[in-house]
């Protein structure tokens, strides 16, 4: 098959992936008897055309932008992680235990315990799958499905029996004090020019962001990138060049549980302010979409993390204001990652094919 | 624990482990043609949808089963397109069905019928009602025996007796004839079945329809006889389950039936907390019974209860050599 220039095959591709996902979306909506036009203007002034709308649009990304980085980094180290679900979870827990268990004196510090709290509990998730994936050869989607069965399960024991305050009905932890939270949009001076009102996009925004960063920085610029990434390409050749499966695995997986688990600061000590069952929502879900869609670079996430968080907000606009249910955004989603992550075969053959007819003939024999 | 009680949870077993077996075939196709199928979730919500949905209008179970296989099919189809024609990634195209069907099927219940995406409740010929076995009643006072054929083995829809049907003609195509040799083959090697002259993509493309036929079964038989009808997320992870069987069976049919009548046990007992309390003596939390089939299946997947080890090319597009 002829390659397509670079330029298409970064841009070209995921955007005419998208094109088919938004397509069929449409058809999707025409089906049900709904206008599909009218409801991307509705989606977009959800979402897009106010302070407010942009306050959830931001905080869906912050969660997508954690969760995609988690199956970026364990992509690369050629390991499809599906368990960012599971592992989001479990740094929700330590998010809860982290705020509850001192009195923290300045939400900074708090945020600073709270990150390391989640993303050790997050990784430790983690921990086991890629155990049993480096040394017993078990498939590590398999096992990581099974792991996000097994941390909603110890989620919901944990928060029925254990970690419930006496005398209160749902299951859920108590409420983590004053002191840990989070400075929302609105309250950073010269943002709240702009976010006039209370919104649930906070500080973790530029934690994500930094993250974005970092993940480049790993994965491009350091040595152990540089290793993730060749065992990533070729297992039989980086052992060859005395790269240690083992380790590899362990920590591309522990960074990405790790990052997974710190998508817990947005969700639960920024937005909820305690730990309730399935608080991650399905975002460790979104996460492979929004990683498939960025093309498994940071700053292609954090992208696709805007695209995700305004489908999200949007989605969530349409389900108030129009008949068409939220779970079109589901819809949606699954759609963005058939395109994206399992036929982009296809639409590269066909934009091959589309480029070859403009291209000049070449006469005679090469 | 006496004696009733138990038939009680064995008769649940039944009931709930069904499912799992239409859906644990159908991947058993699947995989051992080699494409990974991490669908069958999807699928079966889809055929749930489309077979409560058909059976409300017409009335009829029979039409229900009819929609709800050709609705698995339409996924299937998507998967095999993807995975064998595109040489897509099988995993990623298994999540992204298990997503559109998620939100499709209760965006097409909400918009026919307004019930918050779940249809009207079903009823008379559009559910697969229970079948009285033969000499029930002369068989009661028969001790041991006559209670559990009465309480256990009678009274289920056909489509119970028919998932058991399933798993021994599926033995037999397996093991016993030419078209299953032949799958065995090309999800261990395709390039030797391409050499001796079988297509690969069809042989796999039929694997993967009949993996869509029999997950519209589990479907139909979540929507028409296990419940009345369809409801958002009814099946409720059994896809998963189903899978967690296929590999704590380790690929084979008759170890796949107990695999999910085990796990349908678990459920049967999750229900049912406070029998285990009795028999144990000390409070399991629910949660832990929920999650004991995946715990299980990971020890399985980690070799430390015998090593399941999969078809050697599955998930592997096959190219063919030019």
Same mark, same amino acid.
């Given at each position: ?101 001192? =009195? ?29 994936? &480096? ?29 419930? =305050? ?137 992208? &696709? ?62 | ?66 929609? #709800? ?48 995406? /779940?249809?009207? !409740? ?24 006559? !209670? ?6 009678? #009274? ?25 040799? /032949?799958?065995?083959?090309? #999800? ?121 080890? !999969?078809? /050697?090319?599955? #998930? ?7």
């Amino acid at each position: 098959m002829d390659r397509l220039p670079r330029w298409a095959d970064v841009v070209l591709v995921p955007l005419v992936s998208l094109l088919f996902a938004a397509i069929l979306s449409a058809l999707v909506i025409l089906a049900i008897g709904q206008d599909p036009w009218e409801a991307l203007k509705v989606m977009v002034e959800g979402a897009l055309l106010s302070a407010y709308g942009w306050g959830y649009t931001l905080y869906y990304t912050t969660s997508f932008i954690f969760t995609a980085l988690a199956v970026v980094v364990a992509f690369h180290a050629g390991l499809f992680n599906i368990g960012g679900e599971g592992q989001a979870q479990l740094g929700g827990l330590g998010v809860a235990l982290v705020c509850l268990a001192l =009195p923290w004196p300045h939400w900074t510090i708090a945020l600073l315990a709270a990150v390391t709290g989640a993303a050790l509990f997050g990784a430790a998730w983690a921990a086991i799958p890629a155990w049993l994936q &480096a040394k017993r050869g078990s498939h590590i989607v398999i096992t990581t499905i099974m792991f996000n069965y097994i941390a909603s399960a110890l989620i919901v024991y944990l928060l029925v029996d254990v970690l419930r =305050p006496t005398g209160q009905m749902d299951p859920a932890t108590a409420r983590f004090p004053e002191t840990t939270h989070l400075p929302t949009l609105n309250d950073i001076p010269g943002l709240n020019l702009f976010f006039e009102k209370k919104v649930p996009a906070n500080v973790s925004l530029f934690v994500a962001l930094a993250a974005c960063w970092l993940v480049w920085l790993l994965l491009w610029r350091t040595p152990l990138g540089y290793q993730i990434r060749a065992f990533g390409k070729s297992q039989a050749a980086a052992r060859y060049a005395g790269i240690n499966p083992v380790k590899i695995t362990m920590i591309a997986m522990l960074i990405s549980g790790g990052l997974a688990g710190m998508m817990a600061i947005n969700n639960v000590m920024g937005e909820a302010g305690r730990l309730v069952q399935n608080s991650s929502e399905g975002a460790g879900f979104i996460g492979i979409a929004v990683a498939l869609m960025g093309r498994n670079h940071p700053f292609g996430v954090l992208l &696709a993390a805007v695209l995700f968080g305004f489908l999200y907000q949007g989605g969530a606009e349409l389900g108030l204001w129009t008949s068409i249910p939220i779970e079109l955004r589901i819809v949606v989603q699954g759609l963005v990652i058939l395109f994206t992550g399992a036929l982009d075969m296809m639409v590269r053959m066909m934009l091959v094919w589309v480029f070859g007819l403009f291209r000049p003939r070449r006469v005679g024999v090469a | 624990m006496d004696y009733a009680t138990l038939l009680q949870l064995l008769d649940s077993t039944l009931r709930l482990g069904t499912p799992l077996i239409f859906a644990c075939i159908a991947g058993l196709y699947s995989e051992r043609s080699g494409i990974f199928d991490i669908g069958l979730e999807g699928k079966m919500l889809v055929a749930a949808m489309c077979s409560g949905t058909f059976a409300f209008y017409s009335g009829s179970a029979w039409i229900g089963l009819m929609a #709800g296989i050709a609705g698995s099919l339409v996924f299937a189809l998507i998967h095999g397109v993807t995975s064998i024609t595109f040489r897509g990634n099988q995993l990623i195209s298994g999540v992204a069905l298990n997503f559109v069907a998620s939100g499709i099927t209760v965006l097409t219940a909400q918009s026919l019928f307004g019930q918050g995406g /779940r249809t009207p !409740p079903l009823t008379g010929a559009a559910r697969f009602n229970e079948i009285t076995l033969p000499f029930v009643e002369a068989l009661r006072p028969v001790p041991v025996i006559g !209670p559990l054929y009465a309480e256990v083995i009678s #009274g289920h829809s056909i489509l119970v007796y028919a998932a058991f049907a399933v798993v021994a003609l599926t033995w037999w195509v397996l093991f016993r004839t030419r078209y299953g040799l /032949r799958l065995r083959a090309v #999800g261990e090697n395709p390039a030797a079945v391409d050499t001796a002259g079988v297509s690969v993509k069809g042989l796999r493309f039929s694997a993967v329809l009949i993996t869509g036929v029999l997950c519209g079964f589990a479907g139909a038989y979540m929507a028409t006889a296990l419940q009345a009808g369809f409801g958002k997320e009814m099946t409720a992870g059994r896809g998963y389950i189903a899978l967690a069987a296929l590999i704590f069976a380790k690929w084979r049919p008759w170890p796949a039936l107990w695999a999910c009548l085990l796990f349908g046990f678990f459920q049967a007992l999750a229900l049912r907390p406070d029998i285990v309390e009795a028999v144990v003596r000390v409070k399991v939390p629910v949660p832990a019974l929920d999650a004991l089939p995946y715990i299980l299946t990971v020890l399985v997947l980690a070799g430390f209860v015998g090593k399941a080890i !999969p078809p /050697r090319a599955g #998930g592997e597009p096959y190219v063919k050599e030019r």
